[in-house]
């Protein structure tokens, strides 16, 4: 870890406050930019955000970074106002005059990694056609649907990676749903102490040329959140400005969506992603690991390619797993490795992956658990009531979806992976300890595979 890299400084002090802070959205929002001899000086959003930080944090803030480096002392600016707190900094004031506008964009997602088939050509040519012109014309809203890992987020990023490469001036937001309903939240509550808050968020999503709206199926209703994505949405479309949207199932088949809004997204363009044949399965595989630097046998690939019929996400853990077994036991890569790496005989749990989603999971978990909801389980706030059931509901997600560590947290609040695997480790620990525990999880899992 770098000492001159303000964003490892800020990454080791955020680690050594534990895991109290790991939901709590104010530190979320902060931002460490610059890095002197003396001072590390980090952006919040607002004053009540500094505020907030300084009557929790930061009297042991100052005692880890003075851990850290005896010599550095902690400095807040304040992004939207240019002020500083405590300290005042020339060489922080002029790097946050210069700070990029947040896109949330990952670089690594581009159209030139996205592997076309004929699973996905037509959602590629639409993603590709806004791409080049982004107009809020054509297309306006293009909507992509399909399954969990068969590349709508690759999509989305690969749409505002290429404007902002070829259009500098544009302004591209990439953003979850769950992250828009927690930003709005936070505005309403907030806007308690002003209405500057409320402004604040109407500007950030109200103002963009291209708005990318990830797992739209996640929208809860309610007296605010779908109402404010309904103005959000048309003062954008008057505008003529890009909206971009993606799903697990076609608008229509989305119960949690107002008729109102599946009224503005069927006017678009609505294009799906289904799951990739062999061939592109293969040349998934083959992207893949020249991404990774490795030459991988061309009969090892289309026996993975066999093996794993499911998503991208399966594809890729697949091939990671042989890489690492092969590099740590310094052995070349081959068929029969990959079959004794993947226990490889088709597993017919595949399709039953397919059909089992965490909409699907959430919903059984609150059925079973009738003192919670379904805000309840999946809000970032910490209520005793619902961890056990919350914990419960990430661990069947772990066992029975093919999803990621990170993207089962962000299912529940926004959670990050190390969330979820103290939710599995409780959830095991139970198991073994508490007959009725487990009677319950197979129940639940019953419920489910029903």
């Known amino acids: 870890m770098s000492e001159k890299i303000p964003s490892d400084i800020w990454a080791k002090l955020l680690a050594e406050l534990g895991e109290e802070i790991q939901n709590d ?125 068969l590349g709508k987020t690759h999509l989305l990023h690969a749409i505002g990676n290429y404007v902002r490469e070829r259009q500098e001036q544009l302004k591209v937001l990439y953003v979850s749903s769950e992250t828009f309903m927690n930003d709005l939240l936070e505005a309403l ?25 990830d797992d739209i199926q996640f ?18 479309y008057q505008a003529n400005k890009q909206i971009v949207i993606t799903s697990d199932s076609p608008p229509q088949k989305i119960p949690s969506l107002e008729e109102r809004l599946v009224s503005r997204f069927e006017a678009g363009l609505v294009v799906n992603l289904a799951p990739p044949e062999k061939e592109t399965r293969v040349a998934i ?42 590099g740590l036991h310094k052995i070349g890569v081959t068929v ?27 919903k059984a978990v609150v059925a079973y658990f009738p003192s919670i909801s379904m805000s309840d389980l999946r809000s970032p706030r910490r209520n005793k009531a619902v961890v056990i059931p919350r914990q419960i509901a990430m661990y069947l997600c772990k066992q029975l979806t093919n999803m990621s560590l990170m993207d089962i ?23 073994r300890s508490d007959r009725e525990f487990d009677i319950t999880i197979k129940q639940l899992m019953e419920n489910i595979k029903k």
């Open 25 to 149: 959205l104010y530190l979320h929002s902060t931002k460490p930019i610059v890095i002197s001899d003396t001072e590390l000086t980090v952006s919040v959003p607002d004053e009540f955000t500094y505020e907030r930080i300084e009557e929790r944090y930061r009297a042991r803030m100052d005692k880890i970074l003075h851990l850290i480096n005896p010599n550095l002392t902690l400095t807040f600016i304040v992004a939207n106002e240019a002020k500083i707190a405590r300290k005042t900094s020339p060489e922080a004031l002029e790097s946050t005059e210069n700070l990029p506008e947040a896109t949330n964009l990952n670089p690594k997602y581009t159209f030139e990694k996205f592997v076309v088939g004929p699973n996905n050509r037509w959602a590629h040519a639409a993603a590709s056609s806004v791409a080049e012109n982004p107009n809020g014309v054509t297309y306006n809203p293009l909507f992509i649907y399909g399954g969990v890992g």
């Open 189 to 213: 509550r907030r806007s308690s102490y002003s209405s500057d808050f409320r402004s604040d968020f109407r500007n950030k999503y109200r103002t963009k040329d291209i708005l990318m709206i």
């Open 219 to 236: 929208l809860q209703r309610g007296p605010e959140t779908q109402e404010e994505f309904f103005h959000t949405f048309n003062v954008l």
């Open 285 to 326: 595989l083959q992207q893949k690991s020249a991404d990774q630097n490795f030459d991988l046998p061309i009969d090892v690939a289309f026996f993975i390619a066999e093996v794993v019929q499911t998503n991208i996400r399966e594809l890729e853990g697949a091939l990671t797993k042989i890489i690492s077994y092969a």
């Open 336 to 362: 029969d490795l990959a079959r004794d790496v993947l226990n490889a005989v088709p597993r017919p749990s595949n399709e039953l992956y397919k059909m089992i989603s965490v909409d699907d999971i959430q």
């Open 409 to 431: 947290g962000t299912r529940f609040g926004g959670r990050d992976h190390t969330t979820v695997i103290h939710a599995c480790n409780k959830v095991e620990e139970a198991i």
